[in-house]
């Protein structure tokens, strides 16, 4: 579990003294709401896939495809700058914001009109005519979404983050329903869209209600000049992050242009993101960023690489492990989430969850703190970028669908390595530091180790299981559909396996002291206050028997 040591991530006190919540604190609340918002995603992926034929769901990634990543580009790092100018410029707060809202207005305006008026743009990139027919629309849910996005980086911001996991709660519960009813409903990438549509404009409406309560009247604090400062210091990180999300899914564009609707669903699944590690990562570095930035400018960098490698190890106690299980069991993952028509993507999947490892490195939130390094991230990406674009222009025509994914790894990897260096130098970062990453190293062995012994048990015994599940729920439910039953007998291969996996990793941790007391204090009060509220449960239904019973 990703929280932070009470003592080594202390509270600290703001430049106005004011109190404000630990570390721990705001990781657990986010982190809660993330599980919640997984669980909620979760769940659309496995309807689509049942609900659409392979062609539509390709239709279907491609068009939320360019929404996610237009709604990323277009902020143009204007949200996230809401850590800095929140934290740090107190009377600039309501300004702030009302040049975000501005910006993503005119930034996702701008690409609905231009869908509305050329159309044949999405057509071109994904050489499909029902993409022409649906960029309109995608383009309006682009306009929507990016407006709306900010509502969850605000309350964060904001040193609000209950506030935040109620954003997000009602953003992902809002997202799941609406969109499920439209491919259960209708079964139509154009349901799915219009859905999309309704859950922005409800999202819109909270953000605005929202931030005139914390900033009353904030849209008339706009000034042209604080526009200017804000731009200026938004653009080395925009252009930094837009070279980031290019990097990271540019080759879907290249796939999905060489490629059939039905192929590019299978590269689409096979690129499968872990959700929960994703929203892991971010949970822990949303909070970072205002509390490195304020060290920053006391120059306490001794903090700063504390927090960071404290960080560290709490990131690759749960990515570590779980990047070893789902490597191990990657076959059935893949089959029993998306059924067996998707079994071609496994070697894809194989090779893009090595970019869960590259998590652990906690870069950005110190990257955000220092101005020349956000420049020098810039030049970087721009470098990286253009040598990615080479290599997938060349890749295309020569290598398979894993080759395209795999050019996506080696470049993030050199991105990793040269971006670590560069900050472990600015934090003077010295060898009698690494002693901070002992626990890292601890893990990734255990890890290895519990991957190991795991899967001489999964390749011996994943066809007994799945076999023994399947006739099992056969001969209980006889009429239960083959689709359920292999999802059932998938899930009860994956969990046996991951009850043989997870003690020995637990066990191997404990053994050398990777885990410290607070952590386990942690899981065992969660425990502790599970099983009392189970208890309780049954005694109140038991009281409720007796007085029934009297009665």
């Not at 499909?128 to 929507?144: D, R």
């Not at 509502?151 to 996991?165: D, F, H, I, M, Q």
Request: proline letters at 3%.
């Amino acid at each position: 579990m990703v929280k932070t040591d009470a003592n080594n991530l202390s509270e600290k006190t703001a430049p106005n003294e004011e109190k404000i919540a630990s570390l721990k604190s705001q990781s657990t609340w986010l982190l809660f709401a993330k599980i919640f918002g997984f669980a909620c995603a979760s769940m659309l992926p496995l309807l689509i896939i049942r609900y659409f034929d392979r062609a539509q769901v390709g239709l279907y990634r491609q068009s939320f495809q360019v929404v996610s990543n237009a709604a990323a580009i277009l902020s143009f790092g204007f949200a996230m700058s809401a850590y800095y100018y929140l934290a740090r410029e107190r009377e600039n707060r309501p300004a702030a914001m009302a040049n975000i809202l501005l910006f993503h207005f005119f930034t996702g305006g701008t690409v609905c009109f231009l869908l509305l008026l050329f159309p044949q743009i999405l057509g071109w990139i994904f050489n499909s005519a029902e993409m022409t027919a649906l960029a309109p629309l995608v383009g309006f849910v682009v306009w929507i979404w990016i407006f709306s996005s900010i509502l969850e980086t605000v309350a964060v911001a904001n040193r609000e983050p209950k506030t935040a996991t109620a954003f997000i709660i009602f953003a992902q519960l809002g997202k799941a329903v609406l969109m499920a009813l439209g491919v259960i409903v209708f079964q139509t990438v154009e349901a799915s869209l219009y859905a999309a549509v309704i859950q922005g404009s409800l999202q819109t409406i909270v953000l605005l209600v929202y931030l005139n309560r914390r900033f009353p009247r904030f849209w008339l604090a706009f000034n042209f000049k604080f526009f200017r400062a804000h731009f200026a210091y938004a653009v080395p990180f925009g252009l930094a992050g837009i070279l980031w999300i290019l990097m990271s899914d540019i080759h879907n564009y290249f796939v999905g242009h060489k490629f059939s609707d039905a192929d590019y669903a299978i590269y689409a699944y096979g690129c499968f993101e872990v959700p929960l590690i994703a929203s892991l990562w971010e949970s822990v570095t949303s909070v970072l960023i205002p509390r490195m930035t304020e060290l920053q400018s006391r120059n306490d960098r001794r903090e700063m690489i504390r927090l960071t490698t404290r960080a560290m190890q709490k990131l690759a106690f749960v990515i570590f492990p779980v990047y070893a299980f789902l490597f191990v069991t990657a076959e059935t993952f893949i089959t029993t989430l998306f059924t067996a028509d998707y079994l071609a993507s496994v070697p894809i999947y194989r090779i893009n969850l090595t970019l869960l490892l590259f998590l652990v490195l906690v870069t950005d939130p110190i990257v955000r703190s220092y101005t020349e390094l956000g420049r020098f991230m810039l030049k970087l990406r721009i470098f990286l970028f253009a040598g990615m674009l080479a290599a997938l222009y060349f890749g295309i025509n020569h290598f398979s669908m894993s080759g395209m994914v795999g050019i996506v790894v080696v470049v993030t990897l050199v991105e990793k390595i040269i971006s670590e260096t560069i900050v472990i130098k600015k934090l003077n970062f010295s060898r009698q530091d690494l002693y901070l990453l002992k626990d890292v190293g601890k893990t990734a062995v255990a890890s290895i180790l519990a991957g190991i012994i795991a899967f001489a048990f999964y390749f011996a015994t994943k066809e007994t299981i799945f076999s023994a599940a399947q006739n099992l729920l056969h001969s209980i439910v006889p009429q239960l559909k083959n689709g359920l039953v292999n999802f059932a007998a998938g899930g009860t291969t994956l969990l046996v396996t991951f009850l043989v996996f997870a003690p020995i990793y637990l066990f191997i941790m404990n053994l050398w002291n990777a885990i410290d007391e607070e952590d386990k204090n942690f899981f065992k009060n969660i425990i502790t206050n599970l099983f009392a509220k189970i208890g309780g449960f049954f005694k109140s239904n038991k009281s409720a028997e007796r007085a029934a019973l009297s009665d």
